[in-house]
């Protein structure tokens, strides 16, 4: 069933869904850092197991997206993301029996990486779907303020859920962590039963590739946008510890600051000037905060540098997003959204090696001139876009 609903209602209704990804989200960030904990000290396997068990469901996610994007299209968003809330707390549950004694430790690894990519499904389904059904309860013009909600839920999740779940691996134990993080989509499955859906869009369908030709630039400059993000957040205390300054804990505070700050204050610029001169504005301001990391004297200028790159980075993805969203037709929007959050998937799960390799050569440093350079090339990429745009229009 679809329902109408009074624009202030619909956007109440859109933060009831951010609720109910941040809960999801927030199982997600609670379980990373305990994850490779659990490996290393309770399995007895090294930190390559150990990395291996994180990031399988990144790697899941990103191999799922697509397909997300298609059921969103199909079936709806308010069925899908019901089922990725559903797959979020059974890949809770099978985690949960990985902290089974009775288990041999192969076993016991193996059935925590079964449940890890399960957790990468239920992430997938559940973001891609959550964005459909919200672009369709806020109307197509205010997709932008939808995306940055979206990014509050997801980032504020991860801000919070790692030292809670540090906090639960300590008083409960790994096999209570794992109830907790079961039980958290479950409580926003309940709190999204009742909201309206909306009606399917009916539509010829297009290959999945076709859609990525349509949106690659879109996608590929928030891929850019992501390496600043992925190399702060792996390389930042190591950068200021390794010059033996202060504050090296607070890297990802003052990130955070920015990037909450920014879409709090201005959400709705994408939507109200576009979205295309929003993107090019704060992938160059995410290009100086890398810059100002790569040639910092000292911490305080370092952490001036994570301040701008939050700032920056707060606003690229649903900037470009509002405007993947405006190449296609309302019954692809599931599947080009899928294909859109893969590049800034891709770009997370491959920048910490990528730049890792090159900081073991050529110091901590240079991986955030990586990152300004990728911001860099991120604008053209978005002013790209914008070009790419404005042909069709003027033909």
Known sequence: MSAIVHPDLAYRHVLVLTGALFLS?????????????????????SNAYGGLAVGIAFLSTIVTRGQAGAFTDKLGGKLVMQRGLVLYAI???????????????????????????????GESFAMVAMVGWAIGLMGHGRSGQVLSLVGMGMYGAFAAGGPLGLALLDHIGFSGLMMV????????????????????????????????????????????????????????????????WPYAGL???FFGVGFVGMRLLWGHLPDRIGGTRVAAVSLAVEACGQYLLWLAPGPELALVGALLTGLGCSMVFPSMGSEVVKQVPPH???????????????????????????????????????????????????LGVRRSMAQPQQA
Do not use: K
């Open 332 to 382: 692809l929007r599931g599947t080009a959204v899928g294909g859109f959050a893969a590049f800034q998937d891709l770009a997370y799960g491959a920048t910490g090696p990528v730049v890792g390799v090159l900081a073991d050569y050529s110091g901590y440093s240079s991986v955030f001139l990586i990152g300004g350079l990728a911001a860099t090339l991120g604008v053209w990429l978005a």
């Open 25 to 45: 989200y927030l199982a997600v960030a609670m379980s990373l850092p305990a994850v490779s904990l659990y490996v290393v000290n309770d399995l007895n396997l």
């Open 251 to 253: 890297g990802l505070t």
């Open 181 to 244: 993080c079961t039980a958290l989509p479950l409580v926003g499955l309940i709190g999204i039963h009742w909201l309206p859906a909306v009606a399917l869009q009916a539509g010829q369908r297009e290959p999945f590739w076709r859609i990525i030709g349509r949106i690659w630039r879109a996608g590929a400059a928030v891929g850019l946008q992501g390496v600043g993000f992925a190399a702060l957040g792996a390389f930042f205390a190591l950068y200021v510890m390794s010059h033996g």
């Open 91 to 121: 890949a809770g549950l099978i985690c949960l029996l990985a902290g089974l004694p009775q288990l041999p430790v192969a076993g016991r690894y193996a059935v925590l990486i079964a449940g890890r990519l399960l957790l990468g499904l």
